[in-house]
């Protein structure tokens, strides 16, 4: 809904609304339902993302520029130099930046300061990943008082039920519990990552908690056989990454699963 929010209020129809390419698909599903004109920036054959061509990509046309930090579904973050470099180019013409920082507690680094001192940033966070509450439907805006203001006259009013509620504020109230959520993802990823690379594996350690496999066989028969030991996996269509499937991390015990049932699938017939 944060999405939705930030796109009726500072996108304009026919106008341009700025991401890299792939992204989270809701960017361009809210551009094509709301009317707006949604201009991809794709990554390079090696999974780097260039500054300079989203820089390239604002013009006066463009109402908003999004960064995943870190970006789903390549797991790649951005530096401070080129944020600020992609912030500044963005004010220059009058468009909002939105930081999607849905995954950052499994990366710490955080834009948060320029959302609350710059007057064209939001950043956006979720309960729905380190906390597992996606089905809460519950996520924080967080940006300058005129920006929230706009967004607030945006917003439905009744969103976000007191259920959803009552769970953030007891998680805000545990910190110990966040930084035990952090340490278990951090084990079991590692410990994932260790497991492949021992048998050969090519792996990409993204900076979500999430990482790319390439199995030996087919990316999509060896999702297919996971699923059938309901163990699931992401598989792609797109060029460049149909070789790989991406996995979500979690505690030890529940790689263990994933390893037992992905060995078991990508063996040799």
Not at 14 to 25: M, R
Not at 80 to 97: D, L, N, Q, R
Not at 189 to 207: E, V
């Amino acid at each position: 809904m944060a999405i939705r929010y930030l796109l009726e209020t500072f996108g304009e129809p026919g106008k341009d609304v700025v991401t890299v390419a792939p992204s989270f698909e809701m960017y361009w599903v809210n551009c094509s339902i709301l009317g707006l004109h949604h201009v991809p920036v794709a990554y390079e054959s090696d999974l780097t993302i260039s500054a300079d061509k989203i820089i390239d990509a604002i013009t006066e046309n463009t109402r908003v520029v999004v960064l995943l930090n870190p970006n789903n579904p390549i797991g790649n973050v951005y530096t401070e130099e080129e944020a600020t470099k992609i912030i500044t180019a963005a004010k220059k013409v009058g468009a909002v930046v939105i930081i999607d920082e849905a995954y950052h507690y499994f990366y710490p680094n955080t834009f948060l300061n320029h959302a609350l001192n710059d007057g064209n940033v939001v950043v956006l966070r979720t309960f729905s990943k380190l906390f597992s509450l996606a089905a809460c439907r519950l996520g924080v805006v967080i940006s300058t008082p005129d920006i929230i203001h706009y967004v607030k006259n945006a917003k439905l009013t009744f969103d976000a039920n007191s259920i959803a509620l009552l769970f953030g504020e007891r998680i805000l109230d545990r910190p110990d519990l966040v930084k035990e959520l952090i340490q278990i993802e951090k084990e079991g990823k590692k410990y994932t990552l260790d497991s492949l690379s021992s048998r050969g594996y090519k792996c990409r350690d993204c900076r979500g908690n999430f990482i790319f496999v390439k199995p030996n066989h087919d990316a999509k028969i060896v999702a297919e056989k996971l699923a059938a030991k309901n163990v699931l996996v992401h598989p792609y269509g797109n060029s460049l990454l149909k070789d790989v499937i991406r996995v979500s991390t979690g505690s030890k015990k529940a790689m263990q699963i994933f390893l037992d049932a992905f060995f078991e699938a990508d063996k040799d017939d």
